[in-house]
């Protein structure tokens, strides 16, 4: 038997045994206490109903109160003479077949009566193994006397109690069946979902088919919530590790060429092969090692320091980052087109970090671009002001689009340095955006690429828009 079946089987074991105990307590101790409480109980109505009638009316009906409450009833006139009365008594309770070896009404008990009290008293009959219950009562000279027989219940009690000794075992054996039943119907299934969290603890996200229709199918279900959820996100992690593998790989590459640069310099400087341009290329190469760090601390602020929020009118800022792109765009032999249908655009915001979010996006199209024109368009949706950015671009971006969102994956795969980065510009866009509360999607169709932000219009905008 398993552990859990043997606590199963203890515990109930133990009900069992409790509820023995009570009952044989019960039956031993408490039973023939209530038998004789009901008894009296019984008698003392009697007694009330023959108060409430009277002497005479109690003599009239004498027959019918005997046979509706089911006891000896008698009477006889009250004398004082002690030993004269118990013989009356005696005499009367023979006629009606009740022999007693124990009964006599004491001194103390005429005493009482002369008082107009009711005397209860209980005369143990040992050899007949009865007790019988009188009651006596003083009513305008006339005695009454009302007795219950009351059967001792030891015996049989003590036959009782040896039977639920023996229905105790039996109840043992069953439950020793029961707990094995009822372990196995638990353990199974936990022991599946053991080795579900076994292999879960091993990477290896399986799922646990278990149905008992209680709370260990809801556990299961939960497990496997967490299996599939853990899967994901170990996925997610690898994905993030291979993504960081090949930024180390694209920064190695960014630094170690001008590094190499600048090494090689300094050395023809050493030589005396300086001829005027040593110093220039140092100067570049190192600034190129200074772009790439700035980018990487950039994005670092982005994500931890505060954020100045107020109104900001969002069309002056796209207007401002135009007009630091217009010779870029023309350089590149691109042309701008800005589809404008917003109504409201001052959003809730800092506008220095928003600035840096078009000067990312706008980065991108005029580096990777490969139409002739990149398309901007400005709209209002509900309480939110959206700004959509296309253009088009050479190569193959499927099952891609996302990866373009982590800040260590580049989408331009070869070295070319107008086109190549260090792939930190959108993540520093994603970073700022979760800062402003505002929601982001990159999509790729047919060979154009898509940047769309929604971000919230300041209070009290949203209803001038509606």
Known sequence: MSRLGLKIFVRMSLVVMVVF???YATNRYLLPKYMVYQHKAHLSELVGEIEKLGAEAALVQIERLAHEYDVTLIHTPYVQDENELNENVRYLLNRQGITLSKFWISSWSMEELNHDKTVMKLYNQEKLNTSFLVAFVHKEGTLFVMGDTIAHAMDPLAMANQLYVYITLGGLVLTIALSWLVARRIVKPLAKLGDTAEQISRLSFQQAEVKTGDEIEALARSINKMSANLEQ???ALQDRNDNLRTFISNISHEVKTPLALIKAYTLGMKDGLDDGTYLDVIEQQTDEIQHIVDKLLHLSRMQTEDYALEQVEFRGLLQQCLMQYK??????GLAWRLQDEAEQTIVQGDAGKLLIVLDNLMSNAVSYASG???AGRLY???STLVFCLRNHMLGRLEGEIEKLWEPFYVGEPSRHKQRSGTGLG???????????????YLTWEDGQFSFEMKL???????????
């Open 380 to 382: 209002n949706e509900g």
């Open 456 to 466: 919230p219009l300041a209070d009290g905008s949203s209803d001038a828009a509606t």
């Open 233 to 235: 996100s170990h996925q």
């Open 426 to 440: 959108l993540s520093i866009v994603r970073a700022i955006l979760h800062k402003h509360g505002a929601s982001a």
């Open 21 to 23: 105990a009570l009952t």
């Open 327 to 332: 010779l870029a765009l023309e350089q590149a």
């Open 372 to 374: 002739t024109m990149v």
